[in-house]
Each structure stands twice: as structure tokens, then as C-alpha cells.
């Protein structure tokens, strides 16, 4: 288990006695401030995943949405130097928050602006980042019967506006019923969307991003193929097996320039969870080929092609992060497991590092396994490093079961690994 020491002293210190602190004991805990990051010994980089649980545009717009600022106190506790958020809106024109005429995908920043940047607390300091925020398949619709239920309603339906308390809307039966025939399930579009912000002094070669979003399913070779287990023939027709999509939001690889000259490329996704399916199981079919989509691309194999048509995966000696809600724990017997499993174990992943609750936080939940990220008692989130890059510490950051209110802020809990990257 690896002990969160930054944690630990940004409650107790304020920043100026931190640093010193952190010199002059940081060999001793084992951890490393950003002061050291350039020490002969490669560039640290905290790296963390957070899932904060279906962020909308309105949400967004809003200065103090009690969630938001809440989830923005953990992220400055924490201060990661990248960090993905996972179930963030991605804005554009059918999402109820969108005003006409907007530029799209603005929602990182707004988070940045409205929230990262201004201290949540008097022992906090704001942070600043670069912002990327790409398109994603939920929420568009197909237009083709993806759940065989007999309907295909493309009409974004009427969505419940967002509590004032800051909870999640309730869904309902009309916008599942859009969302089951979109290319990944979403009541709108770019519900659900993912979001990466990398620190100031980083560089985002936004030239160089790869994503992934178009590639059709039926391109993997053995692709976990949905059948109806009544039938026995495939869930999909051949019209709809052509067409559907991978991806059920997207997979990007996005390279991020370090002060020391190295490249490391963040590889991000959120892959459906493998459930709410029905009895030909497709999300959890899909769910698997989404996760070994990694492996394969790793492996670069000859099926792997970005959107603007380059092929090919990622090259053997780049140093990497596989981050995101992968929504697959190896343990859990209900899922698919292998794509999980050998993605923990391939050869270019360091996956020997199982980020865990701190002893404390552990004993406050019982119920939760050290490295589950989920309230429900899973390991679903990650930062998976490159066998190439050194591991410094890692965790699963959880809240003190007294101080969680009524709403709480996600029903995921962040996940950190410090790495280091280069000479």
C-alpha cells in the first residue's frame, strides 16, 4: 500500500511550511513535491482519474454548484498535474444546457474557470490548466434499433432540469429510450463526455492527438460479437453491425510534452459498463472490446486506425498512462474479465501498482475492498503506468464518512499515481 504523504500535509500546513516540510523529509515518507521535479531522475508527474458522476453544462454555468466546489476542493487537495474527469458533459448543440451559437466542448474550461481556480478552501490554492475536450458517440443517435425494443425515436427527449441541491437528474423511460439506440448510450448528446486538464507548464501537442470515436466494432478482429441467447443469432443485423461503433464515448491518445523534452502520451477512455443490457449481454460484449482496444493498441495491431485515417498503435518505447472509468474490476466474476486482466498484465504496463485507500480511510469503510474506487465495492478506476516510467506513490483518495453530505460528490472516489518520466 502506498501512503497519500501530500495529502497529509496540505491539511495540517500552510503551502510555505509544506515545501519545507516535503524537502526535508520527502526521502523519508517516500514522496516527492513539484519543487523536485527536475532531479536528474526523470519529471514527476501526478497523474489522477475521477469519475464526478454526470457533470452538465448547467451545472457548469453555475459559480457555486455544492457538488462542483466540493469536487474541486478534493482536486486542489490532491493536485494532480493531469487529471481526467470522467461523466462530464461534452456541450454542443441537442445538450439541454448548450445556448445556440456557443463555441462547443467548453465545459473543461468553464470547470477550470469557475471552480479549479479559485481557492475551495483557506488551506487551498487555486489551480490553473490547459484543457482538452473532444466529441463523443453518447448521446448521438443512430438512428437504428440498437436494443431491438422495436422503437427508434431520434428526437432528443425533454430532460429534467438539474436540483438545486447539485444531485444528479433522475432519468426517465423517454430519454432511456433515446439513449439505448445512440452510438453509446447517453439521454443526450455528449452526456457522460470525458475531459483532460494538464497543468500550465505542460505542453499539449493538440497536432498530435489521436482519437478514436469512428472506428466500426466490426473492424477488431474477434470481436466479442453480442448474440441473442434465445435465438442464437447475432443481436445486431449486418446493417447495424457495420455501422455501430467501438467506442461507446471515445479513445484518445494524447501526448503531453514534459519540461524535461520527454512525450507522455495519455491514453483515455470510459468504456460502457457491462450491465443494463439484457439477456444478449451487449454492453458487457462491448465493454470487453473496449478495454482490450488498449492491449491491441500497445500492441499496434494492423486493425487500428484513428479518426483522421492514420493507422497504427502507439510505438515501442513511448511512455504512457492508461487512465480512465474502465468500468472492469479482474475480481468481478458477473463481467468479462480477460480484457481487464491482460491489460493489467501486459507487458508494457506496470501492473503491479494497485493504487489503495489510505489505513484510515479503509477503516472507515468496511465494506470496500483497499483498492476498490467505487462505492459499490469495485475496482473500476485507473491510472495504469507504463512498465517504463518509475512509480513514486499511488492511492485511492476517500472522504471521511462524517464529512460526506446528503449529496455526495460522486459515486466514485479519485485515483493518483505519482510517476517519473525520463532520465
Not at 515545501?19 to 532531479?39: P, T
Not at 439513449?179 to 500550465?200: C, E, H, I, K, S
Amino acid at each position: 500500500m502506498f501512503a497519500d504523504c501530500r495529502q497529509l500535509s496540505l491539511v495540517s500546513m500552510p503551502k510555505k511550511v509544506w515545501v519545507l516540510f516535503l524537502l526535508c523529509v520527502g526521502l523519508v515518507l517516500g514522496c516527492r513535491s513539484r519543487e523536485q521535479a527536475m532531479n536528474g531522475e526523470g519529471t514527476s508527474v501526478r497523474a489522477m482519474t475521477y469519475n464526478i458522476e454526470d457533470v452538465r453544462t448547467a451545472d457548469l454555468r453555475r459559480t457555486d454548484h455544492p457538488r462542483l466546489q466540493r469536487a474541486a476542493a478534493r482536486i486542489q487537495h490532491l493536485a494532480p498535474d493531469v487529471l481526467l474527469v470522467n461523466e462530464m458533459t461534452y456541450d454542443q448543440p441537442g445538450d439541454p444546457g448548450y445556448r445556440a451559437g456557443d463555441p462547443e466542448g467548453q465545459n473543461a474550461q468553464r470547470f477550470v474557470h469557475h471552480y479549479l481556480s479559485t481557492p475551495q478552501a483557506d488551506s487551498l490554492d487555486g489551480l490553473s490548466y490547459r484543457t482538452v475536450m473532444l466529441p463523443v458517440n453518447t448521446g448521438l443517435h443512430s438512428g437504428l434499433d440498437l436494443n431491438n425494443d422495436g422503437q427508434v425515436t431520434p428526437a432528443v427527449p425533454e430532460i429534467p432540469g438539474a436540483p438545486e441541491d447539485g444531485s444528479v437528474p433522475p432519468q426517465t423511460d423517454a430519454g432511456r429510450t433515446y439513449g439505448n439506440d445512440a452510438w453509446g448510450f447517453g439521454t443526450f448528446p455528449g452526456q457522460y463526455g470525458m475531459a483532460l486538464l494538464v497543468r500550465d507548464d505542460l505542453t499539449v501537442l493538440r497536432d498530435s492527438i489521436r482519437t478514436f470515436r469512428l472506428l466500426p466494432w466490426h473492424e477488431k478482429p474477434n470481436a466479442s460479437v453480442p448474440l441473442d441467447t434465445t435465438s442464437f443469432e447475432p443481436w445486431y443485423s449486418p446493417a447495424e453491425w457495420a455501422a455501430v461503433r467501438l467506442s461507446s464515448k471515445s479513445h484518445w491518445d494524447v501526448p503531453v510534452r514534459l519540461p524535461n523534452g520527454e512525450v507522455l502520451h495519455v491514453l483515455a477512455s470510459h468504456p460502457t459498463p457491462p450491465g443494463f443490457d439484457g439477456v444478449a449481454r451487449r454492453n458487457n460484449h462491448r465493454n470487453h472490446d473496449e478495454v482490450q482496444f488498449w492491449s491491441d493498441y500497445l500492441n499496434q495491431a494492423a486493425y487500428v486506425e484513428d479518426d483522421s485515417g492514420r493507422g497504427g498503435g502507439l510505438h515501442d518505447d513511448a511512455p504512457f498512462l492508461v487512465m480512465g472509468d474502465l468500468n472492469a474490476d479482474p475480481d468481478d466474476a458477473s463481467i468479462f474479465r480477460n480484457a481487464i486482466r491482460h491489460l493489467i498484465g501486459h507487458e508494457r504496463v506496470d501492473g503491479g501498482v494497485v493504487p489503495e485507500a489510505s489505513p484510515a480511510r479503509q477503516a472507515d469503510y468496511p465494506d470496500l475492498d483497499p483498492d476498490d474506487t467505487s462505492r459499490w465495492g469495485a475496482r473500476i478506476d485507473y491510472v495504469l503506468p507504463a512498465a517504463t516510467v518509475a512509480v513514486d506513490d499511488a492511492g485511492v483518495w476517500r472522504p471521511a464518512p462524517a464529512r460526506v453530505p446528503d449529496v455526495p460528490v460522486s459515486d466514485h472516489f479519485p485515483v493518483w499515481v505519482d510517476v517519473r518520466v525520463g532520465p
